[in-house]
T-cell receptor
Framework: GQNIDQPTEMTATEGAIVQINCTYQ??????LFWYQQHAGEAPTFLSY????GLEEKGRFSSFLSRSKGYSYLLLKELQMKDSASYLC?????????FGAGTTVTVRA | ETGVTQTPRHLVMGMTNKKSLKCEQH?????MYWYKQSAKKPLELMFV???????ENNSVPSRFSPECPNSSHLFLHLHTLQPEDSALYLC????????????????FGPGTRLTVL
């Protein structure tokens, strides 16, 4: 089976930076996705990495190391609206396998 | 608004009822998916359709029956469900499967919150 691990919860202050780590052990690899999910809403796509390195998109960046089975999502200049669950997902075969999600709480 | 719509948004049903969930995507995608999301658990893939053909049935009980009449529409028919089937059911679509590129990105609908009494 696929094994994808990420911390359950993180708390940070408005304006700060938070890094959400994701480690994976999967059979095959076709890319790694990060999604944001606010309570009661659908997951929304944030980023996609298939090659090693850093992808930057505004306040959000995502990093991938395939040899280490490791990724992180970096959220900069945190805003209250960034309070949400962040899901790491690995594409293998026809599937996306998801981690359980990291709930980020941003405090004023 | 992701271009994927689901109805109904909320559904309460008894164990002997039959109901259907509907998903429609307006993105011109070729692949559609059903997921189950239970509290504190990872999203669980249920079914995958690519060009209307089912490519994955992730060991889902037969009380869940999918139907994909065309690339834009996906249904999940429910009958004789159990209380443990109560969850958020999410539909998603993607341009491609296994392209190894950003066209594999899945876009999710808002989900149907299902409660089985």
């Amino acid at each position: 089976g696929q094994n994808i691990d990420q911390p359950t919860e993180m708390t940070a202050t408005e304006g700060a930076i938070v890094q959400i780590n994701c480690t994976y052990q999967t059979s095959g690899f076709n890319g790694l996705f990060w999604y944001q999910q606010h309570a009661g809403e659908a997951p929304t796509f944030l980023s996609y990495n298939v090659l090693d390195g850093l992808e930057e998109k505004g306040r959000f960046s995502s990093f991938l190391s395939r040899s280490k089975g490791y990724s992180y999502l970096l959220l900069k200049e945190l805003q209250m609206k960034d309070s949400a669950s962040y899901l790491c997902a690995v594409a293998t075969d026809y599937k996306l396998s998801f981690g359980a999600g990291t709930t980020v709480t941003v405090r004023a | 608004e992701t271009g994927v719509t689901q109805t109904p948004r909320h559904l309460v049903m008894g164990m002997t009822n039959k109901k259907s969930l509907k998903c429609e995507q307006h993105l011109g995608h070729n692949a559609m998916y059903w997921y189950k999301q239970s509290a504190k658990k990872p999203l669980e893939l249920m079914f995958v359709y690519n060009f209307k053909e089912q490519t994955e049935n992730n060991s889902v009980p037969s009380r869940f029956s999918p139907e994909c009449p065309n690339s834009s529409h996906l249904f999940l028919h429910l009958h004789t469900l159990q209380p443990e089937d109560s969850a958020l059911y999410l539909c998603a679509s993607s341009q491609e499967i296994l392209a190894g590129s950003s066209t594999d990105t899945q876009y999710f609908g808002p989900g149907t919150r299902l409660t089985v009494l």
